[in-house]
Structures are given as C-alpha cells and as structure tokens.
Nanobody, 124 residues
Framework: QVQVMESGGRLVQAGDSLRLSCAAS????????MGWFRQAPEKEREFVAA????????YYAESGRGRFTISRDNAGNTVSLQMNSLRPEDTAIYYC?????????????????WGQGTQVTVSS
C-alpha cells in the first residue's frame, strides 16, 4: 500500500512559477513510478507529467512541455512538479499518483494510488 499526499497549490498570477510536491509513504517506493494529473472545472482529469522509478525517464503532456519539469528525490521520497510561465488555463486541481513499476505511465488507469489533490489557480 502506498499513501500519496500533494502540497504546494495556491493562487498565483499568469507568468508566475509554482512548485508542487508529492510525498509518497509506504513500501516499495524505490520501484514506484509517479505521475501528475489535473482536473479543471467541468473537464475530465488529464495527464500532466510522469517519471519512472529511478528518475531517469520522464514524459510530459503537450500542454506543459517546455514549461513544466517533473523530478524526484528518492532519498526524501518526494516527487515535484516545477511549473513555470503559468497560464490561466493551467488552473485545476492537481493530483499526484503512484504505482509499482519500472516504466513511465501516462494513463489514469495505469495508477493505483492517488492523492486528494491540491488546487492551483492562475489569475490573468
């Protein structure tokens, strides 16, 4: 079992940067792949970024490519999402997800463990 908890969401202005963190606890973290998803009001949850268990491989949705960076600190059991040049359309609840596995996973159905989400609001 893996417990996941996100933090760092807040209200920012367009063009600002924000760093979200995700803490994973429980066993098998060392072989746990992680991902970030988001859900805007009245929209479906969508993929944002993912990282493999070692941090050697990442993948990004087109919406965040070049602006977002996912990274992990296995010693500290955390995964971060650095978001730069934020836009109003980035406003959403951001969810962190985890699963055992050695690959990079980008589908909602790939993940077994989810956090409660953290709200990011970008004002224009």
């Amino acid at each position: 079992q893996v417990q996941v908890m996100e933090s760092g969401g807040r209200l920012v202005q367009a063009g600002d940067s924000l760093r979200l963190s995700c803490a994973a606890s429980g066993r098998t973290y060392g072989s746990t792949a992680m991902g970030w998803f988001r859900q805007a009001p009245e929209k479906e949850r969508e993929f944002v970024a993912a990282i493999n268990w070692s941090g050697s491989a990442t993948y990004y949705a087109e919406s965040g490519r070049g602006r977002f960076t996912i990274s992990r600190d296995n010693a500290g059991n955390t995964v971060s999402l650095q978001m730069n040049s934020l836009r109003p359309e980035d406003t959403a609840i951001y969810y962190c997800a985890a699963r055992e596995g050695s690959d990079v996973y980008i589908l909602i159905s790939d993940y077994f463990f989810w956090g409660q989400g953290t709200q990011v609001t970008v004002s224009s």
